[in-house]
């Protein structure tokens, strides 16, 4: 089936207003600029097959609005993502600066297994930068996220930050750090064999009678 996959991940777009969430995601889904992009109003939804590990994995990615007005219905959309692209403008120090406030809300309200690749958008405008690739890295690495930058307009590293993402959370799927059995993992079983050879690979849990600790 043209359609078939191994897993499901569910995905967020985070990120202040005006930093390209939207236009990233467009460039990844049409592979083309949105030319015509205005500020999302709530969340905007898209899917997307891609193969990494030698996997096929298919992931639902929830693209939310930057704007504070609307943070109270976005944060309802963190609950079970298994990753998140977290953008911000390389053209703008203050998108830069709220970055911590949208990784706080990430590990506060997303899945605790949570894996965040940030992404400098507008990598286009290096002429307009206003961070710097270094400083970007170094709170990337304060925060053990991955890093890179992009642009929405060329689409350069679009695919990779999205690719990257979902290699490590198969990774530690594969490595038993993170178990898609645990509710709020924000991972599905696409091919049910997945589901029964990790079943047998995993021992089966104590008789819950042969012990009564308090």
């Not at 930050?161 to 750090?177: P, V, Y």
Request: hydrophobic share 35%; with cysteine.
């Amino acid at each position: 089936m043209a359609d078939s996959y191994d897993y499901l991940f569910k995905f967020l777009i985070i990120g202040s207003a005006g930093v390209g969430k939207s236009c990233t995601l467009h460039q990844l889904l049409e592979k083309k600029f949105k030319e015509d992009s205005t500020h999302t109003i709530g969340v905007e939804f898209g899917s997307r097959i891609v193969h990494v590990g030698g996997k096929s994995v298919k992931l639902q990615i929830w693209d939310t609005a930057g704007q504070e007005r609307f943070r109270s219905v976005t944060r309802s959309y963190y609950r079970g993502a298994a990753g998140a692209i977290l953008v911000y403008d390389i053209t703008s120090r203050e998108s830069f600066n709220s970055l911590s406030n949208w990784l706080t809300d990430a590990k506060t309200l997303a899945s605790p297994n949570i894996v965040i690749i940030l992404c400098g958008n507008k990598k286009d405008l290096d002429a307009e930068r206003e961070v710097t690739f270094l400083e970007a890295s170094r709170f990337a690495q304060e925060n053990e996220i991955n890093f890179l930058e992009s642009s929405a307009l060329t689409g350069e590293n679009v695919e990779d930050a999205f690719n990257k993402c979902a290699k490590t959370i198969l990774t530690r799927i594969e490595s038993g750090d993170i178990n898609p059995e645990t509710i709020g993992s924000g991972i599905q079983y696409g091919d049910p064999s997945l589901r029964r050879l990790r079943n047998a690979r995993t021992p089966a849990p104590a008789d819950p009678n042969s012990c009564k600790c308090g």
